[in-house]
């Protein structure tokens, strides 16, 4: 095996004797890109202990081995054999494998060399210190714990954004977790679904009459929540002898560089059952994703999903277009009452309460037609800290003025506002937009799938889900970071993204179900 | 902060400007150890997952993770910037921090360039791979699915041995883990215990008379006997906010590189009680070490317990000395038969048990009087494979033979027999003998803890240990690696290491216990 062109000990000259041989060019280039990928999977496994099991004790040592697993991943990208390695290995076939990787490799060596890998070390030890101070400031629901963190980490992140590409300051954020997404294209798309989604809203207000989630209230057992939410995962295709499912505080879905193992988080709400279940499907949802991508792909750029927009589109797609729908009730709500007895009604009133509309705090817990109106909310607010418009010291009173005029309501207190996602504690400012992209990609998919194959639908009433998944493996899982995501969308689906059978989906589902017109 | 010595974006030039100034030298050597140091917890924390929470199918992608990982802290120890700085950072004050980090980073460094990187990753991976086989030969006690990793990792680590310093080529492997300790010195001490332990056991075994162990087997709610290890462990003073417990095949405590998060795993055995409470307060032993180790010495060579014998001194000393003494009974039996409300007898008859001698074939589960024979039986099995004496494949029928020999039985089978211990697939040969080095220094610790602090007998049978764990956290803990193992223990006992207390202590307790003798 060949080791050299990995480290501190490269012997650069070697590089230089096989300048007419790209073969070997590429494959230096893949043993140093494997490198990096472990690194950056170690860095996972360290991110996931600190967000499960690990101790208050652990917190500086953690935050310091981070920021050297970064700062090494970061040096081997930059350092001068990548870009000699990159340009060796020449040219591959247009739609090859090889292409594809050397594609995103020119890509990801072009964005880390204009970052300094004193900046990378810093963004990571100071989200691994801000994610458990948000912890305690969410507990207590105390911005002032928080702030001089946030301060911190959104500095560091404008300094981020100032050296990379981008016409709108944010463009760089955006850029990270959806390719090819700018700030002015998703104006564009929230105003379409602001036009959309707001007299929906509207109309669906004047008909809201008496809570119909009440079903959903009471006292429910964690570990039969738990073991029920086990039992329909299973039934998607999630498979748990490539992954694992515990409690953190947020929940999330992380993967370790390929496919052989991807797990999920979960929280539970002992007195809500949406909570958790919803969580679940969703989180189930980013991770058969992952399970799914080629295995070939691991440890090479062309691992995992490709954007965060068609990966919340997964996730999406899981939880609302089948874990929301009545064939998946047909089928799963004799089962619910079985592990719950304390629950009751029939089927359509429980399928009206897992689809009831009412504007709500928390964005993990709003429901479908509302959803979109908090992405818009941190969007807008991210636009503004990046724009310097906006200071994280006005935050909280900017956060409960919009939460005001998009849904009507004001946050009892910042634990429920501000404070009560974990984005900006590590650093993720410019992957909220990804939720409603997702969700507009989650609709068009869907339709595709079901289109090209209807006996999705009856199977569902079945609780069988083989021919969705199996639809998505080939069309979307599979192809890893193959495909750029407007393409992938495009080759899957026949069409561009497009916001219309989302906003149809919306009309139709919600119009039926507060009965504002006939369906 | 200065970032330069520590990967491949290195400038060399910046070693050599400060030729004439050791200190800067010193603080960027002590850069680079902390990055090597992170490298090496990072390897922890994903060995601690692999053992405690992977799934199967992370198995491939861990091997590849933990291999990068060790190959790149090797080649940064390797590097030709890491002896530059050695010797540019001069000479320290005798007894001071300083001179001790550097003796001990210039030892590990002239260790590292013997082998090459090559060799170090496949010793990762081979073993990352050899761990799981291993579980899996053992719960099917099958030695087949584990001989081909077995091969393998003697291989890899013999060809390690033919690398390093070492008048026998066992003697590698035994100074990695007790730097000093050699295969001579050890059959010296072998040779002692054996001519006082061997005629002991046998006039035990002719007073054996009924099993006394009774008491400590039946039905026993796993939940419950964590719950007393926990409560056990706590009144040590085992810190839980910097540790956790988990579970795992076999029990281990591990360290990140700092005091800060020091975790133990234990295994439970539903019908025997004695497995996990020992286990727990073995591994606890263990983390309190660690726990109690200068915190300023976290990232660096000085970090953590001196030695492998130091260590097991102190596991075995809160497992053995502590945990299974009149005193600690006298306080805690009451609380057992409050947990266990099968527990019968008086404290007298639930002493004997715990210390009750019976030859048996797990070394872990061994009592104090015939647990120096298994170490023993795996001494002499590792000589001879390092000395070519014996191939994998006689390794079960040898094994059988030395336990009819020393012990007078013969295992079930393989899965009690020869594939009971991790440490073979972990690649740790040359551990064994450290459990008995450490049954020998634990008695020297222990008499020169009580003689210099009498109460605490009268305190531990309060279920108080504060005095106890203050003089070993004075005369041990806090020192980290700063001493030589012989040198530490001189320095807390005011004698050099002596196999005399601990057969006279073995003496006395079992003579009084078979009444060999009178007291």
Redesign the interface.
């Known amino acids: 095996?060949l080791?050299a062109g990995?480290?501190?000990?490269?012997d650069a000259s070697m590089v230089r004797v096989i300048t007419d041989r790209p073969d070997d060019s590429l494959q230096l280039l893949k043993e140093r890109l494997?490198?990096i990928s472990?690194?950056y999977?170690?860095?996972s496994?360290?991110a996931?202990?600190r967000q499960t099991?690990?101790?208050?004790?652990?917190?500086?040592?953690?935050a310091?081995?981070l920021a050297?697993?970064a700062?090494?991943a970061h040096?081997?990208l930059?350092?001068p054999?990548t870009p000699e390695l990159l340009e060796h290995a020449g040219e591959r076939e247009p739609g090859s494998d090889e292409a594809a990787l050397l594609r995103l490799a020119r890509r990801e060596h072009r964005r880390a060399s204009r970052l300094p890998?004193?900046l990378v070390?810093e963004i990571s030890r100071a989200t691994a210190l801000a994610e458990p101070a948000w912890i305690h400031a969410r507990e207590s629901s105390d911005w002032s714990l928080f702030a001089p963190h946030m301060e911190r980490v959104l500095a560091l992140k404008r300094e981020e954004a100032s050296l990379l590409d981008g016409e709108h300051p944010y463009d760089a954020m955006l850029d990270r977790y959806d390719p090819g997404a700018s700030t002015q294209r998703l104006r564009g798309m929230f105003s379409a679904l602001k036009a959309g989604i707001v007299p929906l809203v509207r109309d669906v207000s004047a008909r809201l009459g008496e809570d119909r989630t009440a079903l959903l209230r009471g006292a429910f057992d964690e570990a039969t929540q738990e073991a029920f939410g086990r039992d329909v995962i299973s039934s998607f295709g999630y498979?748990?002898?490539?992954?694992?499912q515990?409690r953190a505080v947020h929940p999330f879905c992380i993967d370790?560089?390929?496919?052989?193992?991807v797990?999920i988080t979960t929280r539970f709400d002992p007195g809500l059952l949406s909570v958790g279940l919803f969580a679940t499907c969703h989180e189930a949802g980013h991770a058969l994703y992952e399970q799914g991508v080629d295995p070939s792909y691991?440890?090479t750029p062309l691992a995992g999903g490709v954007s965060m927009g068609v990966h919340e589109s997964q996730s999406r797609l899981w939880e609302n277009l089948v874990a929301r729908s009545r064939p998946f009730w047909s089928y799963f709500y004799p089962r619910l009452r079985g592990a719950f007895s304390s629950v009751s009604g029939d089927v359509e009133t429980f399928y009206k309460a897992v689809n009831a509309v009412k504007p709500s705090e928390i964005r993990t817990e709003a429901d479908e037609l509302t959803y979109d109106l908090h992405v818009l909310l941190r969007f807008e607010l991210e636009v503004d800290l990046f724009e310097d418009g906006l200071a994280v010291a006005d935050l909280p009173e900017a956060w409960n003025a919009k939460m005001k005029e998009y849904l009507g309501i004001v946050p009892k207190n910042d634990a429920l506002g501000v404070l009560q996602d974990t984005h900006w504690a590590i650093g993720y400012f410019g992957y909220f937009p990804s939720y409603t992209v997702g969700n507009v990609l989650s609709v068009q998919l869907y339709e595709a799938a079901v289109e090209e194959r209807p006996e999705i639908l009856p199977e569902m009433e079945r609780g069988e889900f083989g021919t969705l998944l199996g639809w998505l493996r080939e069309n979307v899982h599979r192809h890893g970071k193959k495909y750029e995501p407007d393409d992938l969308i495009e080759r899957a689906t026949g069409r561009p993204p497009d916001t219309a059978p989302y906003l149809r989906y919306l009309e139709s589902k919600f119009g039926e179900l507060y009965t504002i017109r006939d369906k």
């Open positions: 095996m080791y990995t480290g501190p000990t490269t494997a490198t472990d690194l999977s170690a860095a496994v360290l996931w202990d099991y690990m101790p208050e004790g652990g917190v500086v040592g953690r310091e081995q050297t697993l700062r090494l040096e081997m930059v350092s054999e890998a004193r070390a498979d748990w002898s490539r992954g694992r515990d370790f560089g390929g496919p052989g193992d797990r691991s440890h």
